[in-house]
């Protein structure tokens, strides 16, 4: 750890890290970031523009505002939802090769969030440990 922080102090240019573990860092360690960016899980709308990105082709049809809205109350009510969780369950659609519809991937992207069990900020687990 010494040797990665004199390294750090040392380097000119960005330095990016990564970890789901922060909590578990030394403080010294953190204190030699400039910026200590924490990502959130999607609010309702950023779902929505998530899953048409991730969807849209898949699925075509018109985008009018009675989907949006259906498609906002139906992903609202998942907590927890991340982009990598979009890039699964597109994956796991266009691998299968059967006609899905909003729903059955609403269901399928409820399932990939419970894959992380307890819903905290992105990436950090409740309670510790």
């Known amino acids: 750890m010494n040797e990665f922080l004199q390294q750090l102090e040392a380097h000119r240019g ?3 890290c990564t970890t789901n573990l922060w909590h578990a860092l030394d403080a010294a360690a953190l ?3 400039a910026f200590k960016v924490e990502f959130r899980y999607l609010t309702p709308a950023q779902a929505v523009t998530a899953f048409r990105a991730h969807f849209e082709e898949l699925l075509g049809g018109a985008w009018d505002e009675a989907r949006v809205d259906r498609l906002e ?3 609202g009510a998942l ?3 991340a982009l990598g969780d979009f890039a699964a369950v597109s994956r796991r659609a266009r691998m299968v090769g059967r006609a ?3 729903g059955a991937l609403i269901e399928e992207l409820r399932r990939e969030a419970g894959v992380r069990g307890t819903v905290g900020p992105l990436g ?3 309670g510790g440990g």
């Open 14 to 16: 960005a330095v990016i």
């Open 31 to 33: 204190r030699r970031f």
């Open 73 to 75: 109350s139906g992903l």
């Open 79 to 81: 907590p927890g939802l």
């Open 100 to 102: 899905v519809d909003d």
């Open 124 to 126: 950090f687990r409740q």
